[in-house]
């Protein structure tokens, strides 16, 4: 295979300093130039090989450049390329009738767009056709997007970037609180849900929530809690979003993270691994919610026959070698090696939280801006011994780990042993 011809990780940076914008930011002091993607595994211009641990943010779920998927996407490339939807073409309707097998409940209809972002833009457009209403309720620390809307609805402050945001959002406290249990937390969070639809709940068209927030540090809530908040919100006639962009396609250990919940929410949006890598993007509902988008609506990318042909390789690819099943089974293997890790260093993780292969560990230190470091420093160390780990969470001090689903034991067993060196000499260095 021929080698892509490198300039090198400094003149890389450079470039990235003179003509992106200034706002933008990449990983590591020392960031390698990453030139190559196979499986689990990620190359930089030097063929060092690093185990990913983050997928590209919860995307690469299938592994990179997957060989089954890829032939596929390069078969329909050669094929054809693109129509748009205002022409019949076989790969996007056989894509929404492949996500009707795989939804919840009696979500049939799909719109194909092409980000997250857009997703849940058209998600929460939906939703304000469908009940007449414009207001929204959202959970703090959660993340939903970069266009208005969803940046309006989105807690975490960092992305909240428009000083120009639509006010007609209501945040309520997420259900996790580090000082309480989930469950009281859960209450907590339902009783401000019940004051505010009892206020306003007639001026509300939906709410929308991560099932598992990704970027807010990895925060399952308790079990009951979206069962509860599907009860109160249909007394209100307020329409329940989930936001699977991040949790969906087996990365929980079930197909739709939903499902760990018993609840099936009026609108999914999806994206990121749908694709896995591919731009590809949705939000799904029923036939009668479906009907309200009653009004001339297309993307001239959405559901472009190279995307689509990719996304059924993907949902193939998922169901034949059992993803979802997989994050479970090794989704519990790395949470023990995380646990053990905790219980062998408790004053530097705080916490370790979340389910099947997306799980993170909170790190602490003598204060937020200690902790945040400490994070920096140990995703640094991970990376020069060849493992990639992300990191989110409202302090930035969250190492979170969502590798590709087609990790093996063998990997996951090192990474937490060379995670293991990594804490020690941090703290030998703490000590000193
Ligand atoms: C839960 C969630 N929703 C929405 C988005 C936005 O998706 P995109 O970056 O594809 O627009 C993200 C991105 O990280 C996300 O994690």
């Known amino acids: 295979m021929k080698q892509q011809e490198t300039i090198g990780r400094a003149a890389v940076a450079a470039k990235r300093k003179q003509y992106f914008y200034p706002c933008t930011a990449h990983f590591y002091r020392d960031a390698p130039q990453l030139v190559r993607g196979s499986m689990q595994f990620i190359y ?85 056709m469908h009940t007449g209403r414009k207001g929204f309720i959202a959970l703090e620390s959660g993340l939903h997007g970069r266009t208005n809307l969803t940046m309006s609805v989105t807690g975490l402050q960092m992305w909240r970037t428009d000083n120009y945001l639509d006010e007609d959002v209501t945040f309520i406290e997420r259900p996790y609180h580090p000082e309480l249990t989930l469950e009281e937390a859960a209450a907590v969070s339902l009783k401000s849900l019940k004051r505010v639809l009892e206020e306003k709940g007639n001026t509300i068209a939906a709410m929308i929530v991560e099932p598992i927030q990704g970027n807010g540090g990895m925060i399952m809530p308790a079990l009951t809690y979206f069962r509860e908040v599907k009860t109160l919100l249909d007394q209100y006639g307020v329409l329940l979003i989930a936001d699977e962009i991040q949790t969906g396609y087996g990365r929980t250990g079930t197909m739709f993270a939903m499902e760990h919940f018993g609840v099936v929410p009026d609108i999914i949006s999806m994206a990121k691994a749908l694709g896995n890598g591919v731009p590809v993007a949705a939000f799904a509902t029923t036939d009668e919610i479906a009907a309200s988008l009653n009004r001339p609506s297309a993307s001239t990318f959405g559901g472009n026959p190279v995307s689509a042909a990719t996304a059924l390789a993907v949902l193939d690819y998922i169901r034949d070698e059992q993803l979802p099943e997989c994050a479970a089974e090794l989704g519990a293997r790395l949470k023990n090696g995380l646990l053990s890790l905790q219980q062998q260093f408790p004053g530097m993780i705080a916490d370790v939280r979340g389910t099947g292969l997306m799980l993170g560990a909170e790190l602490t230190a003598a204060d937020a801006a200690g902790a945040a470091e400490l994070t920096d420093a140990v995703l640094e160390e991970m990376k020069d011994r060849g493992y990639l780990i992300g990191k989110n969470g409202v302090g930035r001090n969250v190492l979170a780990f969502q590798p590709p689903l087609v990790v093996t034991a063998g990997d996951i067993d090192g990474m937490i042993a060379v995670l293991h060196e990594v804490l020690l000499q941090a703290s030998s260095e703490k000590e000193e």
């Not at 185990?51 to 094929?79: K, Y």
């Open 44 to 128: 930089d211009e030097h063929g060092k090989r690093y185990t990913d641990f983050f997928a590209g943010v919860s995307v690469v779920a299938c592994g990179h450049c997957n060989p089954v998927i890829t032939a596929r996407t390069i078969e329909q490339l050669q094929q054809l390329q693109h129509t748009s939807t205002i022409y019949l073409t076989q790969p996007n309707v056989d894509l929404a009738e492949r996500l009707e097998e795989v939804l919840p409940g009696n979500l049939r209809r799909s719109f194909f767009v092409n980000s997250g972002s857009e997703a849940n833009e058209g998600a929460l457009l939906l939703a304000r």
